[in-house]
């Protein structure tokens, strides 16, 4: 579990909005905004095309309350790149544009600890895999300064609802912003 803990760091290659970007970092949101970081499996699947365009059609409630959305999974950026050049209506991410991070050599899912798959590690420190390794259906929320709030981890065949995430946005805005606790069943008045 990573809540409280800093938000492991990392620099890969992610597509973002139309052109893949070679470092990206989640350093580059400490001290500007919360993130909202979303891992599922990989593009051209049902559930995981259904929720990468589920979270692009709120991306505007996210940008509101001074939140970047980031998505990974384990595919290459250039998968994400090919995955965005294809119609939402044909299985496709057309018109995503917040970043696509593709960790193929499974380092962040690892670090992030929502890695499935049948894996260890050598004496040397390297992951070796004797079955398909791939991300779960996980999200973490990160403050301002790089902790984790919130953490959520679900199976591949369960997706995350998007006015849930959006509440847990809002909680934690309410939290470190007006020093408020949040009840149960607690909403944005």
């Not at 939140?67 to 044909?90: I, K, R, Y």
């Not at 995350?160 to 408020?180: I, T």
Request: hydrophobic share 40%; net charge negative; charged share 20%.
């Amino acid at each position: 579990m990573l809540v409280g803990q800093q938000a492991p760091s990392f620099s890969a290659r992610a597509y973002v909005n139309g052109e893949i970007v070679t470092d990206f970092s989640l350093s580059q949101f400490l001290g500007k905004k919360y993130v909202y970081l979303l891992f599922y499996p990989k593009d051209f699947t049902g559930i995981c095309q259904s929720e990468v365009v589920a979270f692009q059609n709120r991306l505007s409630d996210f940008e509101s309350r001074d939140t970047a959305l980031v998505a990974c999974s384990t595919d290459t950026a250039d998968v994400h790149a090919a995955a965005a050049g294809v119609p939402q209506s044909q299985g496709g991410l057309e018109g995503v544009t917040f970043p696509l991070i593709g960790d193929a050599n499974k380092s962040i899912t690892t670090n992030y600890d929502v890695i499935s798959g049948e894996y260890h590690y050598s004496d040397d420190g390297l992951l070796s895999g004797t079955t398909e390794m791939t991300s779960l259906r996980a999200s973490f929320l990160i403050d301002k300064s790089g902790m984790v709030q919130h953490e959520l981890i679900n199976f591949f065949t369960i997706g995350r609802n998007v006015d849930e995430a959006l509440r847990m946005v809002d909680a934690l805005r309410n939290v470190q912003e007006n020093g408020e606790v949040c009840m149960a069943n607690w909403t944005q008045s």
